[in-house]
């Protein structure tokens, strides 16, 4: 099969992000399928050139690299100038491609839902529509935006993507209510959960080298690495740096995003010399930096929808061997307590963060016990090798169903996007 995948904000190996398309890509042209990737040649998280970074690629993957804007996160309105760029160039190239059989197109950002859509209608697999994360309900929920009429214009028109989609991918078991709450029937609805390439890992590894340039020699490095942003709410790790001063513990922040600039004003401020930040890494350096701490931190804001989420990081963290420090609850708290993989503290706490990070630190073995079960769970359970084959097997299903076969359960509400959501 040639499968087009349509993702602005997609990462390789060689970008910051997570790069969860690239290794289910790298799976099914593993299998004989051939996969071309549309993606933006800006960097979604840091607004910089991609670069010469899709070199060495596996024989039957393709990425095509669309120009796109360097504002893109300097205003809303250059973001959705972004948005528009980058799907009407997807929808110009993706017409010129050869013998599509199916088409992946990944939300958010919503906008390229549209040209997926569109290319998808002539191929004989339709349109496989991934919801990677809830917007604009995130959005609202956040205070980002406010519910209105752009919000309502936003839901009817994902409304009308799900009705027009052969299936629709959710990579956390905490979306399936919601989905359905838009009138899609259950049996359209496949789980392929955020996962890891756990063998990138390796726990046994320490990483004195970073250690070492993070001055973190005779420390407790807890370290987050991912996107810094409003969503993730770390200033309760300034908090807790303040509380564990004196200690022989060091918070590292690995990541980039429109938070950063005033973390770091507010850091120097308080005079926390026990916290520092680190640039961004792509993910073929992740293994090196997790196997620098001792415990790992994946932290978002106290949002009720936030309790929906997968997030990529602690999987990694899994795959690495480290103790997960979770302030996020919901069905992830599920995944980490369910491995006995590390402690969960209630958001926006920083006591009690505090109070956690002590206690990994003044129980080593304990902390490795945690790191050594969480690797375990994730080989287990979280591989991305056994969603590879899952999305393999959904794709053949897709293939071995005519056009005319389609559930009678699926609907395909008109695209009218006025009044109410």
Known sequence: MHILIIHQAFAGPDDPGGTRHFELARHLVQH??????????????TGAPVGDVDRDLPPGLRIIRLPGPS??????????????????????????LDAVD??????????????????SLGCPGGLVLE?????????????????????ACAVRFKRAMYGRA??????SPGFRRF?????????????????VDTSQFHPELRGDELRRAWGADGKFVVLYAGAIGAANGLEVVLDAADGLRGSHVLFVLIGDGKARPELMRLARSRGLDNLCFAPAVPKSRMAEVLAASDACLAILRDIPLFQTTYPNKVFDYMAAGRPVLLAIDGVIREVVERADAGLFVKPGDATALAAAVERLMRAPEEARAMGQRGREAAVESFDRRLQGAEVEALLAELRSTSAGGRAAAEVRPAIDLTGSA
Do not use: C
């Open 71 to 96: 504002t893109i996160h300097t205003s809303y309105a250059a973001r959705f100038t972004s948005f528009l760029a980058f799907s009407i160039g997807a929808w110009r190239t993706a017409r010129r």
């Open 166 to 171: 052969r299936r629709i991918v959710i990579n």
């Open 102 to 119: 199916v088409v992946w197109g990944t939300s958010p950002p919503l906008p390229q839902l549209l040209p997926a859509w569109a290319v």
């Open 131 to 151: 919801e990677r994360d809830l917007w604009p309900e995130f959005a609202i929920g956040m205070g980002v935006v406010r519910p209105g009429l752009l919000t």
């Open 32 to 45: 004989g399928h051939r996969v071309t990737i549309l993606a933006s040649a800006v960097n979604y998280l």
């Open 179 to 195: 989905i359905e709450e838009h009138g899609v029937a259950p049996e359209k609805i496949r789980l392929v959960p955020n996962g």
